[in-house]
Nanobody, 116 residues
Framework: QVQLVESGGGLVQPGGSLRLSCAAS????????MRWYRQAPGKERELVAS????????NYADSVKGRFTISRDNAKNTVYLQMNSLKPEDTAVYYC?????????WGQGTQVTVSS
């Protein structure tokens, strides 16, 4: 019943942009902190960006600050990750995550490849 459905991944050239979307259902989206993680082959999964339920606070990994923007639309139960100035090292599977005390949900992951 709980679902996090991601979209927007794909192949992009260095310096290009992508916007990832994660549509949520089956839980009270507006009460959850939303996060984006990524994992490249052979590397540990890392936290990329977070946004609180109220959308007042956002946090970013140092590697993406100034390039990525997380946002949410509680009326649409959707969280976004706008990715600009993409670099080859951004290549990874990107995962949507919802978290609150006692609960945590994950999306299926979407591939982002940055290459010439």
């Amino acid at each position: 019943q709980v679902q996090l459905v991601e979209s927007g991944g794909g192949l992009v050239q260095p310096g290009g942009s992508l916007r990832l979307s994660c549509a949520a259902s089956g839980f009270t989206f507006s009460m959850y902190t939303m996060r984006w993680y990524r994992q490249a082959p052979g590397k540990e999964r890392e936290l990329v960006a977070s946004i609180t339920a109220s959308a007042v606070w956002t946090n970013y990994a140092d590697s993406v600050k100034g390039r990525f923007t997380i946002s949410r639309d509680n009326a649409k139960n959707t969280v976004y990750l706008q990715m600009n100035s993409l670099k080859p090292e951004d290549t990874a599977v990107y995962y949507c995550n919802a978290v609150r005390t006692g609960n945590g949900y994950w999306g299926q992951g979407t591939q982002v490849t940055v290459s010439s």
